[in-house]
């Protein structure tokens, strides 16, 4: 069945030091990719999709290029800020009527 | 409106006690979507309904769980003789379109089962 398998936490970072969160997938057909961010007492919010394969999400400064071949959609950041501190869920979905979500990597940015 | 809304925030239940969770979608989105997310994991899918019919339900861990969505706006989720495995956060999530989109979530309602 589909699953997504994405880089256990926690991670821990200095202010403007780079991050990439690793996320692989196993998918039936053309799945679409999505990360979703989850700040501290809020809810899950979108943070950028792809929807084939090739194609790069971006959003405050995050991006992630859906990689068929390796099968990953990998989250990165050139330089993150304390803001970012946050739990990242990858997921994904083939038909649209179920979406699977990894097991989340919490993000802490010390200053 | 605004944003997704549940209600309540949290909920306390003695075991064997039955709960109703409810959601507010966004106006006008089409799909909803309900998730049963435990401490330190991933959402795990419940249900989903397109307008008021419920498509897929595969997720639902057993029959002492029940959704609908009568009108093909608000959601409710009922947990009927609710057990200490059922404790987790109850997300629920709306989206216009299916293929492609992303969806919008509310901030859950955490039920704490005693």
């Known amino acids: 069945g589909d699953s997504v398998t994405q880089m256990e936490g926690p991670v821990t970072l200095s202010e403007e030091a780079c991050l990439t969160i690793?996320?692989?997938?196993?998918?039936?057909?053309?799945?679409?990719l999505f990360w979703y961010v989850q700040y501290p007492g809020e809810g899950l919010q979108l943070l950028l999709k792809?929807?084939?394969?090739?194609d790069k999400g971006s959003n405050k400064g995050f991006e992630a290029t859906y990689r068929k071949e390796t099968t990953s959609f990998h989250l990165e950041k050139g330089s993150v800020q304390v803001s970012d501190s946050a739990v990242y869920f990858c997921?994904?979905?083939?038909?649209?009527?179920?979406?699977?979500f990894g097991t989340g990597t919490s993000l802490t940015v010390i200053p | 409106g605004a944003g997704v809304s549940q209600s309540p925030r949290y909920k306390v239940a003695k075991r064997g006690q039955d709960v109703a969770l409810r959601c507010d979608p966004i106006?006008?989105?089409?799909?909803l979507f309900w998730y049963q997310q435990a401490l330190g994991q991933g959402p795990e899918f419940l249900t989903y309904?397109?307008?008021?019919?419920?498509l897929d339900k595969s997720g639902l861990p057993s029959d002492r769980f029940f959704a609908e969505r009568p009108e093909g706006s608000v959601s409710t989720l009922k947990i009927q003789r609710t057990q200490q495995e059922d404790s987790a956060v109850y997300l629920c999530?709306?989206?216009?379109?299916?293929w492609g989109d992303g969806q919008y979530f509310g901030p859950g309602t955490r039920l704490t089962v005693t």
């Open positions: 792809a929807t084939k394969a090739d």
């Open positions: 999530a709306s989206s216009l379109a299916l």
């Open positions: 309904f397109q307008n008021e019919a419920q």
């Open positions: 106006s006008g989105h089409v799909s």
């Open positions: 997921a994904l979905s083939s038909t649209g009527n179920q979406f699977y």
């Open positions: 690793n996320c692989t997938y196993t998918a039936t057909g053309y799945p679409s």
